[in-house]
C-alpha cells in the first residue's frame, strides 16, 4: 500500500514537474527510446507526439499491410519523420500525424492511409516466368538474326552469281562496231547493217531494242518458258521468256545464235537477247522474228499439205539442219552444230511456205581446232518420243560430234513421217491422215525414258508409212528418206545435206513435170 501510493506520488510529481519544465508525455509503441518499456516517451517544447502509418510486405500473401508505430518527435530532429504530413513520397505508402495538446494525445491518432496503387514486388513464379520470357526473346532474337543473316548470305550469292552472268555475257560479247545508237529505221536494216559482223547486233543494241519492246500477248507455252507476240516500234517480233530454271538454255541458245554465220532463212531470226531484273528476279528474254503460223507441230493440227508445200517445207528444214551442222572453215568461219532436240514443236513455218529452225538451248558446237565438242553445262535433256535408238539404249558416244549430228537426223526422219501424213493424195477426192504425234499408237501421251527404249530399241518399232504414199512421187521419196532416217544403225542414215539435195532434185523434177 505504501509502494502503492509511493508509485502513485512518484507518478503525480513526475507530471508536475513535467508541466513545470513544459514537458510532455507521449504514447509510445515501436519508437520508444532506448530501454525504455512503459510505454510513454518525453518530448519537450516544440516537440510533438505522434502516429504514423506504414506498408509492410508480408512474403506469405506476398500483400502489403498497414502498420502503425507512436513516439515522441523532438524539435530538433532532422530525419524523415517530420510532422508535414506524409513521410516520404506517397507511392511508397507512409503517413505520420502529430499532436501536442495533451499528453498521450497520439495514442488515439489516426494517420491518414491509402493502400498502395503499384503492383507488389513479383513473385518467385514470377520470377521465373520472368526468366522464361527473356529466355524465349533472347531465343527468338538469335533466331531471326540467323533468319536474316541465312536471307542476306543467299541474296548475295544470287546477285553475285548474276553479276557473273552479266559480266559473262558482256565479255562474251563486246560491242565490236560504232552504233546507230539513235537506232533509226526498220529490224531488217539494223540488221543487215550488223551483218558484217556475221554474229548479230552488238549488245548495247540489243539491251536497247530489249528496253522498247511493248509485250502483246503469250502465243505459247513449253518447259523452257513463253513466248509472245510483242512489238518494236510496230514491228512484230517474238519474245521468248525463259523460266529461271532454263537459265544455262538462255545461255547456251544466246551463244549459239550469235556464232558467227548462224544466220540462214531457215534458222530463226535471232535479234537481240538480255537479261532483265533486280537483285531478286531475273528475266531472260530472246527476241527474234515472229512467225505468224507459229510452230509446224501447230499448224500441221489443222492445215493439210500439198506434195509442193511438202517438198518445200521438207527441204527447207533440211537446208537449215544441213546448214547448223556443216563447219564453215575461214577467219570468219563457222563451227558445226548438232541441235539435239529437233521436233515440230521446235520449227516454226514461215509465210512463204519454208520453216525455220528454232530453240537451240540444248545445242553442241564441234570445235575442230582442239578437235572438242562443247556440250552445254545443262541438266536437259531432248525429248524422249524423238531420242534416237543409240541415246535411249545409251550406245551413243557422247564425245563424237558426229553422233551428235546423226541423232538429229532420227528425229528428223520422225518430223517428215509427221508431215507426209498431212499430205493429201489422190486426184479427185484429196485424202489426207490427221495429224498425230510419233508412236501415238504405242506410247502415252508423256511417255517414260522406259516406254521409249522398249517401243524402239527392243521392239524396234517405227511409225507406220500408210499404203497411200505409194501413190505420190513426193510421198514415195519421203517414205524413203523417212525410212533411211530413223533407221536403227546410226552409220546408215542420211545426212542433212544429202536429204537436202535428194528433195531439192525432186522439186526440180516435179516442177519440170509440170511445165
Ligand atoms: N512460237 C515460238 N516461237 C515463235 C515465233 N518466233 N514466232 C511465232 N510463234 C512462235
Redesign the pocket.
Known sequence: MKNGQTTMTRRKNRLMRAKKQNVRRCYCEGHCPHGQMNGTCEIKHGGQCFAAVEEVHDPDTNTYEPEVTYGCLPADERGLMQCKGYLVPHLHGKSIECCDSEDLCNQFLKPHYEARTTTPEPSILDQVDNTMFVTLLASLTVGITIFLLVITAFCLRRRRKENRNKNYYTKKYPDKMPLDVTLNGTLSNLMEQSSGSGSGLPILVQRTISKQIQMVQS??K?RYGE?W?AKWRGEK??V?VFFTTEEQSWFRETEIYQTVLMRHENI?GFIAADIKGTGSWTQMLLI????????LF?YLQTNALNPNSLLTMASSIASGLSHLHTEIFGTQGKPAIAHRDIKSKNI?VKRNGECCI??FGLAVKYLSDVNEIDVPPNERSGTKRYMAPEILDKSININSFEAHKIADMYSFGLVLWEMSRRCTTGDKIAECDPYEVPYYDVVTNDPSFEDMVQVVCLERYRPRIPKRFETDDVLITTSKIIQECWHNNPAVRLTALRVKKTLSKLDTDTTIKIV
Open positions: 502465243v505459247g513449253g513466248v507476240l517480233v517474238a521468248k530463226l527474234t522474228d515472229f512467225h505468224e503460223h507459229g510452230s501447230d516454226l528454232a530453240d
